[in-house]
């Protein structure tokens, strides 16, 4: 069979797993996602998978988009949020049994759920609903009223929307901003606020337990069901984008709240064990500076009020925590150079070891202790979504599924080469050049340098978001080089720590990746071309301003004046962090 280069009409082939949940009895569950090229649209679905299946089979309708699945504590119900109904409907809780037959909808929450968890008993469920100031007064005075139930029928529903279209309507330009952050991307801020209501799966009655003007991130049902860990947005978070949030224990019978403990950072994720005695959470050491800052976890005795500072060792971001069933470790995932760690922190006898690694991303994960399983779903050069078992007891892997093994298998995919090479004051700088398919070492190609954003990402030969670019660019003929200069994660503090430096460190060890490329022989000095989103948009301006080897320049969503950026963006900490210096250069 030949075999054909990538193309851009492949994009509409590409499949990408996203969150995965381990059953009994060796299945599994996972979500895809697909592009939709009719509707210019994602769908996703839930696949179920076996270790005798040699494909998965569809478990959810996919004609939207099936998400964020999360299996109840004892594995017989799935429940996930879907948009069924119409792209412009908002996602809703869904519940089905795993052993098949239909999903029920719970909610039918005017803006729609964000996020949800279940009770550790599995009899409730606690969401996240965004809701205004206004809309909060009507709902506590028809709960005192109870003249109707909290959630909102399907009538109340369409009056509600034609209610918001026409007070938009009413919004002319220009807007009044009161708020530093009035924006977030494309889209204005509007008067709501992200507040958590608690679903009683018997009586399919919801309350509200969060309240007032500050938005609710992350909640967790305690054991008993009695009471309610949230983290809250505090005041002064309203007027940036970095924020501090109070880690609450809120009692759901007369709304009293205990402040338990502060989080740092852009944001905090709470996890429950199953006992119910520990609460782990995001945060960073300080808040100064803080888009320069390891991620951290922590791990909080409910019962004693004792933390552990778990990933204090770890000069590196540490994410995705969860325990396992049993309550015998906390797992999270940490960057490492270009791969990520899966890392298992014992709770009795508070030690640290790395439980899976290899030549991929680890992009979510699921653990079962009675079963020895940790379900991975992950990214690597050769395969963007795969989904791999990791048996740790016999410490053997095996692969279950390849999105995209069928129609890769017809297609003639570039070979990427790691190079690593002395970079600005004498640092190691690692990178990576992928050679068109059909590759002669005796010709002259025309080159692409990418350049990635934050500055503080972290690009890998494995990275799924960038995959596909790379490998329709190298189709076309172009030797593509990447790298991770400095500022870059996956390297410790010291590596990324670059404020005031955005134009000098990094540029400096990119170009001296362009002149180890060109180096080789088989690039054409005359064509050489540059590119970068965000930062790597400002990174791609600079060098431009700079040096004039290049060609052509596309610089994506770039930061190019700092000065007028930091009142307009939607990163306006981060700005100030990274820049906030006498000179910034």
């Given at each position: 069979?030949?075999?054909?280069?990538?193309?851009?009409?492949?994009?509409?082939?590409?499949?990408?797993?996203?969150?995965?949940?381990?059953?009994?009895?060796?299945?599994?569950?996972?979500?895809?996602?697909?592009?939709?090229?009719?509707?210019?649209?994602?769908?996703?679905?839930?696949?179920?998978?076996?270790?005798e299946d040699a494909k998965p089979k569809q478990f959810s309708s996919g004609l939207s988009q099936d998400k964020s699945m999360k299996l109840s504590p004892n594995k017989e119900l799935v429940a996930f949020l879907s948009q069924r109904g119409g792209e412009k409907e908002k996602p809703q809780l869904y519940i089905m049994p795993v052993d098949g037959g239909e999903s029920i909808k719970y909610t039918t929450m005017a803006n729609g759920v964000n996020s949800f968890n279940w009770s550790l008993d599995?009899?409730?469920?606690?969401?996240?609903?965004?809701?205004?100031?206004?809309?909060?007064?009507?709902?506590?005075?028809?709960?005192?009223?109870?003249?109707?139930?909290?959630?909102?029928?399907?009538?109340?529903?369409?009056?509600?929307?034609?209610?918001?279209?026409?007070?938009?309507?009413?919004?002319?330009?220009?807007?009044?901003?009161?708020?530093?952050?009035?924006?977030?991307?494309?889209?204005?801020?509007?008067?709501?606020?992200?507040?958590?209501?608690?679903?009683?799966?018997?009586?399919?009655?919801?309350?509200?337990?969060?309240?007032?003007?500050?938005?609710?991130?992350?909640?967790?049902?305690?054991?008993?069901?009695?009471?309610?860990?949230?983290?809250?947005?505090?005041?002064?978070?309203?007027?940036?984008?970095?924020?501090?949030?109070?880690?609450?224990?809120?009692?759901?019978?007369?709304?009293?709240?205990?402040?338990?403990?502060?989080?740092?950072?852009?944001?905090?994720?709470?996890?429950?064990?199953?006992?119910?005695?520990?609460?782990?959470?995001?945060?960073?050491?300080?808040?100064?500076?803080?888009?320069?800052?390891?991620?951290?976890?922590?791990?909080?005795?409910?019962?004693?009020?004792?933390?552990?500072?778990?990933?204090?060792?770890?000069?590196?971001?540490?994410?995705?925590?969860?325990?396992?069933?049993?309550?015998?470790?906390?797992?999270?995932?940490?960057?490492?150079?270009?791969?990520?760690?899966?890392?298992?922190?014992?709770?009795?006898?508070?030690?640290?070891?790395?439980?899976?690694?290899?030549?991929?991303?680890?992009?979510?994960?699921?653990?079962?202790?009675?079963q020895g399983l940790i379900l991975l779903n992950v990214s690597n050069v050769k395969e963007p979504s795969k989904l791999i078992v990791y048996d740790y007891v016999y410490k053997v892997t095996k692969t279950l599924w390849e999105s995209n093994k069928d129609w890769l298998k017809e297609r003639f995919p570039a070979t990427t080469e790691e190079i690593k090479y002395i970079g600005d004051e004498q640092k190691e700088i690692q990178g990576w050049v992928i050679k068109p398919p059909n590759f002669d070492?005796?010709?002259?190609?025309?080159?692409?340098?990418?350049?990635?954003?934050?500055?503080?990402?972290?690009?890998?030969?494995?990275?799924?978001?960038?995959?596909?670019?790379?490998?329709?660019?190298?189709?076309?003929?172009?030797?593509?080089?990447?790298?991770?200069?400095?500022?870059?994660?996956?390297?410790?503090?010291?590596?990324?720590?670059?404020?005031?430096?955005?134009?000098?460190?990094?540029?400096?060890?990119?170009?001296?990746?362009?002149?180890?490329?060109?180096?080789?022989?088989?690039?054409?000095?005359?064509?050489?071309?540059?590119?970068?989103?965000?930062?790597?948009?400002?990174?791609?301006?600079?060098?431009?301003?700079?040096?004039?080897?290049?060609?052509?320049?596309?610089?994506?969503?770039?930061?190019?004046?700092?000065?007028?950026?930091?009142?307009?963006?939607?990163?306006?900490?981060?700005?100030?962090?990274?820049?906030?210096?006498?000179?910034?250069?």
């Open positions: 069979m030949e075999l054909k280069d990538i193309s851009i009409e492949d994009l509409y082939l590409l499949r990408s797993i996203m969150k995965v949940q381990i059953l009994p009895g060796k299945k599994y569950l996972f979500e895809e996602q697909k592009l939709n090229k009719k509707e210019d649209k994602y769908n996703s679905a839930i696949f179920l998978q076996s270790d599995g009899k409730k469920i606690v969401f996240s609903h965004r809701v205004s100031l206004e809309e909060q007064g009507d709902e506590d005075k028809a709960q005192k009223e109870k003249d109707k139930p909290q959630e909102l029928s399907d009538i109340d529903l369409k009056v509600k929307k034609l209610k918001n279209v026409e007070a938009e309507k009413k919004k002319v330009d220009p807007r009044v901003v009161r708020k530093i952050v009035y924006r977030k991307g494309t889209s204005f801020m509007d008067d709501k606020i992200n507040h958590f209501y608690i679903l009683d799966l018997e009586t399919r009655k919801t309350c509200r337990i969060t309240n007032g003007e500050f938005n609710y991130i992350s909640a967790v049902l305690s054991k008993d069901g009695t009471k309610v860990y949230a983290a809250k947005q505090k005041e002064d978070g309203q007027l940036n984008d970095l924020y501090e949030f109070l880690i609450e224990e809120i009692t759901i019978e007369n709304n009293e709240i205990k402040e338990l403990k502060s989080a740092l950072g852009f944001g905090t994720n709470l996890v429950l064990s199953s006992d119910g005695i520990w609460l782990a959470y995001d945060t960073l050491s300080t808040i100064d500076e803080a888009s320069t800052q390891n991620s951290e976890i922590n791990l909080l005795n409910i019962e004693s009020g004792l933390e552990t500072l778990v990933t204090e060792s770890i000069d590196n971001h540490a994410f995705s925590a969860s325990f396992d069933s049993k309550t015998d470790y906390l797992y999270f995932v940490v960057d490492e150079w270009e791969k990520n760690i899966l890392y298992r922190y014992s709770i009795d006898r508070e030690t640290l070891e790395k439980i899976v690694y290899g030549d991929y991303l680890i992009l979510s994960y699921d653990v079962d202790p009675d070492s005796n010709k002259k190609y025309p080159l692409i340098l990418e350049i990635h954003g934050g500055p503080h990402a972290t690009w890998s030969p494995h990275e799924r978001s960038m995959w596909f670019e790379f490998q329709y660019f190298a189709s076309q003929g172009y030797v593509i080089f990447y790298c991770n200069p400095q500022g870059s994660s996956g390297r410790g503090f010291d590596f990324r720590y670059i404020v005031a430096k955005w134009g000098t460190k990094p540029a400096n060890d990119i170009l001296l990746g362009v002149d180890q490329t060109v180096v080789k022989g088989y690039v054409d000095e005359n064509s050489l071309f540059i590119t970068g989103g965000s930062y790597g948009g400002y990174m791609t301006a600079w060098i431009i301003g700079n040096d004039k080897r290049f060609k052509a320049a596309v610089p994506l969503r770039g930061v190019y004046n700092l000065v007028s950026f930091w009142s307009t963006t939607d990163i306006t900490q981060f700005t100030k962090d990274e820049t906030d210096r006498k000179s910034v250069v």
